[in-house]
Each structure stands twice: as C-alpha cells, then as structure tokens.
C-alpha cells in the first residue's frame, strides 16, 4: 500500500522530492486500540505538550490497576476529584464522563463496527460528543482505523507542510487545500503524513506529533 501511495504522490515532482529525502511513510497505526480509548486519549492531549498530557493518562492509569484501559462504566464510578487529581480540568472531566456515556448507548462503535461506516457517517456520529470536534476524528481515522483517504484540511500542520512544500506566502485556505487534495486520492492519509514532514523541514527538523 506505502509503495502505491509513494509511486501516485510522486506524480507531483515536489512531493516527489520530498518522497526521496523522507523515505517511506511511517504512519504508526494502533491497530490494537479501540475508537473508545482513542478518544479519552485525544481529550487528555488537548491543548497540552504530549509527556504533559501522557503523564496524566499514567496517572488514570493507576486509578484502575486492574484493566488494561479502563472501561467506560468504571470511569462512570470515579469521582471527579480522583479525575482531577490526575490532571484532567473540569472541562475535559465532561468531556471524558460522555464519551463514557456515548460508549455506552453505542454511539461509539466499536473497531468491527467502524469498519461498516464511512469516514464522514464516523465523523458525524463522533462529533456529536462533548469536547471532540472534527480533527480529533480524522486523527482517529488516520492514526487508530488506518483509513487511508483522509485529509483534515483544518489542520495547521498540514496547511503549513503545504505551503512550505511549493514556497508559497500564505497557507492555503481549508476549502481550497481540500479541492487540491483531490488529486491525491486514495491515500490523502498518507499525503498528510508527508505534509507533517514538509512542516518540520520548514521548521528546521521539530518533529510533529504524527
């Protein structure tokens, strides 16, 4: 798949280039992660540096000795203040206690029930969750179902790796990118991959979170 999403980029001679200096992508699926688990962890890395945010999940980690990842209806049970003592502000408490919920009455599909709705029937189901918006599903998409046609337009990132990538003044406007992003389906996810990269090489190297 990685060799015919390489072999269509490279159509266009600058992500050809940019194939070259970057090699294969490297998209780090976690295939064994559920859309559940996924979104609790999206929630804690809100608006936080990741060891910050990691080192909250350790700690709600430790509220539940017993399971692998906490089920919802345990995470139901703890009080607030434990939540809080992990790191987790009032917010991102109610946004937690519904997805809980949302788990729970099956608004949140499981992995094998994903694989029966498209991306946008996903995004529209998982939006309707307190705290997670639009990107926080693509990301889930991309990087936990390792849909491999996703391209999230509203991401900065992604704009920018766009706009250091064919030397333009200003990034590209969502609409617009989404028209240009067109031509690289069926492996939009992976054309994001290489924008990242194009953003860090602008960057002088900082390394993105994907």
């Not at 559940?36 to 990741?50: P, V």
């Not at 926080?136 to 900065?156: A, K, N, Q, S, Y």
Request: charged share 25%; with cysteine; hydrophobic share 40%.
């Amino acid at each position: 798949m990685s060799r015919k999403a390489m072999q269509h980029l490279s159509i266009d001679e600058r992500f050809g280039a940019l194939i070259r200096r970057v090699g294969p992508p490297r998209l780090q699926i976690q295939t064994k992660r559920s859309p559940y688990e996924a979104l609790i962890r999206a929630i804690a890395h809100q608006q936080l540096h990741g060891r910050a945010a990691e080192a909250i999940l350790a700690r709600f980690a430790l509220l539940f000795p017993d399971a692998t990842f906490p089920t919802p209806d345990l995470v139901l049970c703890e009080s607030d203040e434990r939540l809080r003592a992990c790191g987790f502000s009032g917010s991102k408490i109610a946004a937690i206690r519904d997805i809980c919920a949302k788990a729970l009455d099956g608004t949140i599909p499981s992995r094998l029930q994903s694989a029966r709705l498209d991306n946008e029937a996903l995004i529209e189901r998982l939006t309707s969750i307190r705290g997670v918006g639009r990107w926080t599903v693509e990301m889930l998409l991309i990087f936990t179902l390792g849909r491999m046609d996703v391209l999230p337009v509203d991401d900065f990132g992604v704009r920018e790796g766009y706009r250091v990538l064919y030397g333009l003044d200003a990034q590209p406007k969502p609409r617009a990118l989404a028209e240009i992003g067109l031509a690289w389906a069926p492996y939009r996810s992976h054309a994001t991959w290489y924008l990242y990269r194009a953003a860090e090489e602008g960057r002088g190297g900082e390394r993105s979170r994907a």
